[in-house]
């Protein structure tokens, strides 16, 4: 089983910076990946970012591109979602998602999200 738990999210204005963490705790030695998502009332979910966690390959939203860096210290089993330069549109629950692979088959697990506000 696996666990995890965002912290990190508040209100914050417009161009300010917020550090968002997903720590994992539980059966982490079959993590393939850690997803950021986010989700604006309304809005179907996005996915923002995206780190592999054995290689730290990292792929991201054109939307949140040169503005986001997602980052992961194993030996913490913390993965970080640094967000510079807030844009309003960028208001939205934030969620991290952990893909984890073994011989049953591919699992996700879902922490319970942190809201993020970015005041204009």
């Known amino acids: 089983q696996v666990q995890l738990v965002e912290s990190g999210g508040g209100l914050v204005q417009a161009g300010g910076p917020l550090r968002l963490s997903c720590a994992a705790s539980?059966?982490?030695?079959?993590?393939?990946?850690i997803n950021w998502f986010r989700q604006a009332p309304g809005k179907t979910r996005e996915l923002v970012a995206a780190?592999?966690?054995?290689?730290?390959?990292?792929t991201y939203a054109d939307s949140v591109k040169g503005r986001f860096t997602i980052a992961r210290d194993n030996a913490k089993n913390t993965v970080y979602l640094q967000m510079n330069s807030l844009k309003p549109e960028d208001t939205a629950v934030y969620l991290c998602?952990?893909?984890?692979?073994?011989?049953?088959?591919?699992?996700?697990?879902w922490g319970q999200g942190t809201q993020v506000t970015v005041s204009s």
């Open positions: 780190i592999n966690w054995s290689g730290g390959s990292t």
């Open positions: 998602n952990a893909e984890s692979r073994s011989l049953r088959g591919t699992s996700f697990t």
């Open positions: 539980g059966r982490t030695s079959n993590f393939y990946g």
